[in-house]
Each structure stands twice: as structure tokens, then as C-alpha cells.
């Protein structure tokens, strides 16, 4: 049995901390708060041992009536790994910490590759980071990407890909950024920073990417063109999306036409949070023409990347081998679909 902290309960934080104790080889130690909200208060409430991450704001904690374990110096000495899940740049600083600590970290995709050193997807480059001590899961659009094309790749091989990327404004919880009312170019510029990001982990690929911001909190939605080294049958490409672990066909003609009726799926299904973890490709978009590969996706950004998080502890802490097998093994504990 291995050992974890999340640092940073927030919208990723606290899906790996389900995601994690409900794996039969891994247990949360303890997860970290600065503030004294109501997610803390759940925490402790789900018997999350909870530990102050910034211990000068210990007050804070004992006004609220939130009682704390220590502060985060205490949980470094009880964990083996700390999957850091603080908005993005702070996680870069937080390494050096873990480094004078000597704890390994998983860090998210805010944060920048150079920054970590490495990066990981469980489909694309699993094996590299065996027993690495600081590695980054990509950003969940990038999670997204590779987890589509890396079986497209492995079928019949890519010589470039195109993508144009719909980005929700926000997530559902969060009140402090949109846009509300517009269509925003975002990055501005073309290409986008998200094919670079996908090339720290399916290495070599020829993808070029643009993305836009839209007025939804839901999901993010991707439209892919991919130029194949060979051309497969449509019933080839649809059986191999099938196949693939976390990825999930829906018909638009059967009810699912949009990331609204998704979700819908999501929470009718009875998943906690309404929580998607598997790519939505729509079975009807997907097409060849003139021998190149079209096909759209929904990705549901607050937790397609958590079952990722869990197959990084296991490939750090050299605890599973075989990719697949931590893949599986991820998936049923969690009842992943597909
Ligand atoms: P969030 O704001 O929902 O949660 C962050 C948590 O960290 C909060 O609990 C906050 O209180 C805490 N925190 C803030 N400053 C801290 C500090 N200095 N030290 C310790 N904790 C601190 O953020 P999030 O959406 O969960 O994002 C976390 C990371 O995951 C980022 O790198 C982000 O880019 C990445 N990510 C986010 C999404 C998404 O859609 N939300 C998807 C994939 C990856």
C-alpha cells in the first residue's frame, strides 16, 4: 500500500482524492486547505485527514469550527508521493519544496513542461515515468487529444493533425472569470500552445492546433482532422474507438447531440460530481474524406484528467509495470465505462 497527499482540495484535488481511496493499492494520508471553506469542512466530513498549507493561517481554521491534523510539514513525513493540484504556477514553486522535502509530485496541467521536467498521459508514455520522482499530467484538452489519437496513431499511424479547440469559459463553480457573452480567440494566436503541449507526450506528432473560449461551463468541445499513414475503413476507426478504455461513442440522433445532454448522461448514470472521466466522441461526426479522418469530441475538463493522476502514482512509485493493467485496474475501481 502506497501513501498520498493532495495538496490543494480544489476542483482537481478532491476528484483524486476519491479516485485514489477507491484504489485497493493506495491510500490518501491527507489532503491540504489555505482557507477555511466549506470544501475543508467536506473534507473532514469524508475522513480526509486535513492539514494546513499555509500554517499561519491555523486562526483561520480553529474560528471556522474546522479542526486540522497539522499543518502540511507534518503530512510530507507520512506520504510517498504528493499529487499537487494548486492553480496553475504554484505547483513549480511547490517543487522545490518537495525536493528539500524529498517527496516525489505530480503536478497538473497549469503548470508549465520545462517547469516539472516531464510529462505523462497513461496511453501515450506511461513506461517513461516509471519511477521518475516529478512528472506533470497534461491539461485536461491535452488528455483529451491524446486519448484519441494515441489508438488512431497505433491503427494506422498520423502525418498531421489539425484541431480546433471550444473551450468552456469556466468551470460550473467558478465565478471569477468567462467571457459571459462573447466568443473569445484564446490563445489569439495561431498555432495554439495545446499541439506543443501533446507533443510532451505522444513525441514527434505533426499537430497543429487553434482554440476559441465560449460562454459554457460544461465542456470543452474539440474538432479533429487527421491525415492517416494509411487509410483504414470507417468500421476501423469506429471499432477502434470502441475498444479503447475511456473513450465513450454517443449518438446525437439517440438523445446526446450536445455536451448539455452529456452531462445529462453523466449525472443519470449516477456518477458523483456528474463527472465524466471518458473522452464523449460523437459516432456520426466521425468520418473519412478524401482519405483524411474527421470526427468530433467533448471533454469533460474537471475530471478526464483524475484516472491519469491515479496511473502516475502507479507508474512513480513503480507499483504497476504494464500500462494496461494499471489502466484496467484504474477503471474498475472507479467504474469507468469502456
Ligand atoms: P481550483 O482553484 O479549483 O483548486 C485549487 C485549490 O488549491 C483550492 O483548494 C485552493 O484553495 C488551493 N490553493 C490555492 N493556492 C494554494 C497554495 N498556494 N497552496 C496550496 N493550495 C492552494 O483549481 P483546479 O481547477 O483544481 O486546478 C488545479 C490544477 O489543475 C491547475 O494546474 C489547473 O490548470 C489544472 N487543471 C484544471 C482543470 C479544470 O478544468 N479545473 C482541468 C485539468 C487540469
Redesign the pocket.
Known sequence: MKNAGI???????KRVADAVSCQDDMKIMGV????PDF?AKMAVEKGFPLYI??PEREGLFEEAGIPVTGTIDDLYEKIDIMVD????G??AKNKEVYQEKGVKGIF????KHDAIGQSFNSFSNYKDAWGSDYVRVV??NTTGLCRTLQPIKDLCGIKKVRAVMVRRGA?PGDVKTGPINAIVPNPPTVPSHHGPDVQTVMYGLNIVTMAILVPTTLMHQHNLMVEMESTPSLDDIIDTFEKTPRVLLFEANKGAGSTAQIMEFARDIGRSRSDLFEIAVWKESINIVDGELYYMQAIH??SD?VPENVDCIRAMLEMEEDPSKSIEKTNKNMGILG
Open positions: 495538496n490543494g482540495y480544489g476542483t482537481i484535488g491540504t486547505k489555505r482557507t470544501e498549507s499555509a493540484c494548486t492553480p496553475g504554484i505547483g497538473q496541467g497549469g503548470e491539461s485536461c468551470d475538463q474537471e484528467v
